[in-house]
């Protein structure tokens, strides 16, 4: 994933509930403020806790993490998280490809699916209205009649249209 691709989804503001959740464990000291202005980047402290966190199965604070980064826009920590995860469910695959998505970085969302989908992971009703979007918005044919075939196969086409 480029960075200019990444630069485009950049905000100012996150909420810092995750890094509470996430640090205190470990006795490292956060800020009081919940909205904290950042450059892109968690603190590095936090960042390591993450990271020593994420050897963990299912973590509850890991995918709180990981909603807040991805509901930010902060996708390049997002995606450093999600990849240092062991074992993520179908909830963490569509938080990620929901968060490229909403980002408009189509091309890692529908990469992300057809990672999720070779690694076996069953896609659900949440997984593809964020995939046909990205697939629209990609201006990929072939990829959306694979997503309508693959809606479809699996009984979703009364619930996605």
């Known amino acids: 994933m480029s ?5 485009r989804c950049s905000p100012i ?3 810092c509930d ?3 959740c996430v640090s205190s464990s470990q006795n ?3 800020s009081e403020n919940r909205n904290l202005v950042t450059n892109r980047r968690f603190a590095k402290p936090n960042r390591l806790v993450l990271h020593n966190r994420s050897k963990k199965l299912n973590d509850p604070s890991l995918t709180r993490a990981l909603r807040e ?4 826009g902060l996708m390049e920590d997002a995606l450093h998280l999600f990849d240092e995860m062991n074992k ?3 909830f963490v695959w569509n938080l990620m490809i929901k968060g490229f998505t909403t980002c408009g970085l189509y091309h890692e969302a529908l990469r992300l699916y057809r990672r999720m989908v070779f690694t076996g992971i069953k896609p ?4 593809f209205p964020f995939v046909i979007k990205s697939a629209a918005g990609a201006s990929s044919l072939s990829q959306g009649k694979t997503v309508h075939a693959a809606v479809i196969k699996l009984g979703f086409d009364s619930d996605v249209c």
């Open 3 to 7: 960075a200019t691709s990444l630069a």
């Open 13 to 15: 503001y996150y909420s």
């Open 18 to 20: 995750a890094c509470k």
């Open 28 to 30: 490292h000291q956060t």
């Open 69 to 72: 980064f991805a509901d930010s």
């Open 88 to 90: 993520a469910d179908a």
């Open 124 to 127: 659900d009703s949440f997984t």
